[in-house]
C-alpha cells in the first residue's frame, strides 16, 4: 500500500506517559501499511529511548534522537524525515483515538487543495478533568483549548493552527516554511500559521480527529508554562512590525499589566493556592462548591497565568534590549514562596 500520512511525535523526558501514546497509535483503524510514526526524541534524559526501542517492532515507527534543541527545531526534523504526503503532529501526552488518522486522512481527501490543513479536538481524560485548574484552562479561561464556540467543517484562521493537534499537506511546508527553531516552547505553530496565512492557508475543524490529554497540571505548572509563553510571545511580536500581531501576543497588555502587578504576584499565588486547597478539599470530601467560590478561584487562575505571561514578556524584553542571556526557569521559580515542591517541567 501506498504511505499516506506521517504522524510526527516530539517527545522529552515523557517516559511514563508514552506506553499510553504508542499502544493508542498501534490501535489505529488505519491499515499499518498506510501510516508511520516518526518519534523525535529531543534530549530526553529518563527511559524515554528505551520505551521507544521496545515499540519498534509492533509499530511502523522511525526514531531520532537530536541533541536536545526544543519543539520547533524537533517538529522540522519529522518534517524533512517525513516520507507521506500529510503530517499530522502529536503531542506526547495525547492519546489518540483509535479513528485519528483515518479521520485527518478522510478530511484531507475532502479537502485536497495544498493550503488547508485540518484541526483535531483533544479531549480530557476524565481524571484530569476532575482537576479544577484543568477544568479552567479547558472550559473557562481557555488558555489550554478553546472548543466550545466551533463547529464541525468550520473555517478557521491561522490562530487555530494548533500544535499536536493539527495536519497539513507537507508539500505546504516544504514550499512556504517551516517551524523557526527559535522558539523551544509556544508560538511555534501560530507563528508559522501566521506565514501560511499569507499562501491562502485555511484550518477546516474536525472533530472526529480526536486525542486525549492523559496528563493533569498544577498550579505551579501552568504558571511555568504561562511564563514560558510569555517569552515565546515576545519573540514572535518581534518578527513583525504589525499590530495584530502585536495584539495577539499581548505586548502592551502585559507591560501595563506587569507594570501595576508585579508586587503582588507572589501573593496573588499564594492566595490561587489557597482557594485551589479549599476547592480540591471541598470536592473531595463531596461537598458542594458555591458558585460564589467557583467564579472567585476562576478569576485567580485568570489573573495568575495572566501576570505569568506577562513576566515572560517583560523578561525577555529586557533581555531583547540588553542581550542579557534568557532567565534562568530556577529563578523564575523562587516566586512560589507558598510551599509547593518545585518539579521539572519539560517542553
Not at 516566586?335 to 521539572?344: K, Q, T
Request: hydrophobic content about 45%; overall charge neutral.
Amino acid at each position: 500500500m501506498t504511505l499516506e500520512i506521517s504522524a510526527l511525535l516530539t517527545t522529552r523526558n515523557r517516559a511514563h506517559l508514552l506506553p499510553m501514546v504508542l499502544a493508542a497509535l498501534a490501535r489505529q483503524t488505519l491499515d499499518q501499511n498506510r501510516f508511520e510514526v516518526i518519534a523525535i526524541d529531543d534530549g530526553s534524559t529518563d527511559t524515554t529511548p528505551q520505551v521507544l526501542d521496545a515499540w519498534k517492532d509492533r509499530l511502523p515507527l522511525r526514531i531520532v534522537r537530536p541533541n536536545h534543541a526544543g519543539l520547533a527545531a524537533a517538529k522540522n526534523l519529522g518534517v524533512f524525515m517525513a516520507r507521506a504526503p500529510l503530517v499530522v503532529f502529536l503531542d506526547d501526552d495525547d492519546v489518540a483515538d483509535p479513528d485519528l488518522l483515518t479521520a485527518h486522512l478522510a478530511a484531507h481527501i475532502a479537502n485536497p487543495d495544498l493550503a488547508v490543513a485540518i484541526l483535531g479536538r483533544t479531549r480530557l481524560a476524565p481524571e484530569v478533568a476532575a482537576s479544577p485548574l484543568m477544568h479552567h484552562v479547558t472550559e473557562v479561561g481557555c488558555q489550554l483549548f478553546s472548543y466550545g464556540w466551533m463547529k464541525p467543517g468550520q473555517q478557521l484562521s491561522h490562530t487555530e493552527f494548533w500544535g499536536g493537534r493539527s495536519s497539513c499537506k507537507r508539500e505546504l511546508l516544504v514550499q512556504h516554511g517551516v517551524f523557526r527553531p527559535e522558539f523551544h516552547f509556544g508560538c511555534e505553530d501560530i507563528e508559522l500559521g501566521w506565514r501560511l496565512a499569507a499562501r491562502g492557508l485555511r484550518v477546516i475543524y474536525e472533530p472526529r480527529a480526536l486525542t486525549t490529554m492523559i496528563r493533569s497540571l498544577s498550579l505551579e505548572q501552568f504558571c511555568d508554562r504561562s511564563y514560558r509563553q510569555g517569552l515565546s510571545q515576545r519573540v514572535f511580536a518581534s518578527f513583525y512590525d504589525d499590530p495584530k500581531v502585536h495584539a495577539y501576543c499581548e505586548i502592551d497588555a502585559a507591560k501595563d499589566g506587569w507594570a501595576q502587578g508585579r508586587t503582588r504576584y507572589a501573593a496573588h499565588l499564594r492566595w490561587t493556592r489557597q482557594l485551589e486547597h479549599l476547592v480540591v478539599t471541598r470536592k473531595a470530601a463531596g461537598m458542594s462548591i458555591a458558585p460564589l467560590l467557583r467564579e472567585t478561584l476562576d478569576q485567580a487562575y485568570r489573573e495568575a497565568f495572566f501576570l505569568s505571561r506577562a513576566k515572560g514578556i517583560v523578561d525577555m524584553s529586557k533581555r531583547m534590549a540588553s542581550s542579557l542571556p534568557l532567565p534562568a526557569v530556577a529563578s523564575y521559580r523562587s516566586i512560589f514562596e507558598f510551599g509547593l515542591p518545585s518539579v521539572p517541567v519539560s517542553a
